[in-house]
């Protein structure tokens, strides 16, 4: 009976010990709770420095604060060991599209330490277009690390879309040219048509969704093939594909570079045309376009 009351109340303060150890740990220690604080100044510090009337805002009211990201502070803790920047994104699984870092040695106060950057980096502090940070300190040195995510977004409507892809294919058009260093007179210019871009949305919708790259798409279509199966019935028929462009006018600019792209954009056969694109963050290049040219089938 005494055994087993001594043995309970060993248990018993095994119990709350492990529990007392449990809680202390959970609680930030003052290094932790010091790191956190320093953060949270550099934040604010950074924050002031972009702000509307602060030193590194050049009169744009719409530079939001730097929002922290965890795999930007691994990023700088990499810096830290010798890395190079792009490197160290890369191993922090970070995507971005601009990226820079600012490094500072010496464990300097606040006060000085504004002065230093408004003095030295509101290039880097006052881009509007970096909107991450994260962040790392050694003994005597700061990294800083500001970003701008991968998120490709073609800010455009569906009808401007259209509208500007249509103007600039028929100025193209419009002009002889060389492809490939093939001769191609100017041709008449294309008319727009709502089938061949609900093609050309399918193939972009499914290259930006699984992440290739291709005019035969996973299921073993040809563009010929997927015309058909929107509905288009064709007497000719060709596609142009392009990747990474965020504009219609970067898309074109590309087309005509490539021969054989140039060739379909400059075809004297087609009299009908439809584009669009897909864009998805996770794939390789961001932004898919296809586009469809036809003539369609005399009526029967």
């Not at 006060?111 to 950057?117: A, C, E, M, P, Y």
């Not at 074109?252 to 897909?278: D, K, Q």
Request: one cysteine or more; aromatic letters at 6%.
């Amino acid at each position: 009976m005494r055994r087993g009351v001594r043995a309970a109340r060993t248990v018993l303060a095994v119990a709350i010990l492990l529990a007392a150890a449990a809680t202390a740990s959970a609680q930030p220690g003052p290094a932790q709770a010091e790191a956190g604080a320093e953060t949270g100044e550099l934040l604010e510090l950074l924050a002031r420095l972009r702000a509307p009337g602060g030193a590194c805002n050049a009169g744009n009211a719409q530079a939001a604060p730097f929002a922290p990201n965890a795999r930007l502070d691994d990023a700088a803790a990499s810096m830290q060991g010798g890395a190079e920047l792009a490197a160290a994104l890369q191993a922090a699984g970070y995507r971005a599209t601009r990226s820079q870092v600012i490094t500072v040695g010496g464990a300097l106060p606040t006060g000085r330490l504004s002065g230093l950057l408004a003095q030295n980096f509101c290039a880097q502090i006052g881009d509007v277009a970096l909107r991450e940070v994260g962040l790392w300190r050694s003994v005597n040195r700061l990294w800083i690390v500001l970003a701008a995510p991968f998120a490709p977004a073609v800010n455009l409507t569906r009808e401007q879309i259209a509208e500007q892809m249509l103007a600039l294919v028929n100025a193209a058009r419009a002009q002889a040219r060389e492809c490939g260093g093939k001769p191609y007179p100017g041709v008449r210019p294309l008319r727009w048509n709502e089938v061949l871009e609900r093609a050309a949305l399918a193939h972009s919708r499914d290259m930006a969704a699984h992440d290739y790259f291709s005019h035969t798409a996973r299921d073993g279509s040809t563009p010929a093939q997927r015309v058909a199966r929107a509905g288009y019935r064709y007497r000719a028929t060709g596609e142009n594909i392009a990747a990474g462009q965020l504009t219609p006018a970067e898309a074109v600019a590309g087309w005509i570079r490539s021969p054989p792209h140039c060739a379909n954009l400059m075809g004297a056969a087609y009299t009908e045309m439809g584009v669009a694109h897909a864009a998805e963050a996770q794939s390789r290049m961001g932004v898919y376009w296809t586009q469809l040219f036809g003539a369609p089938a005399p009526a029967k």
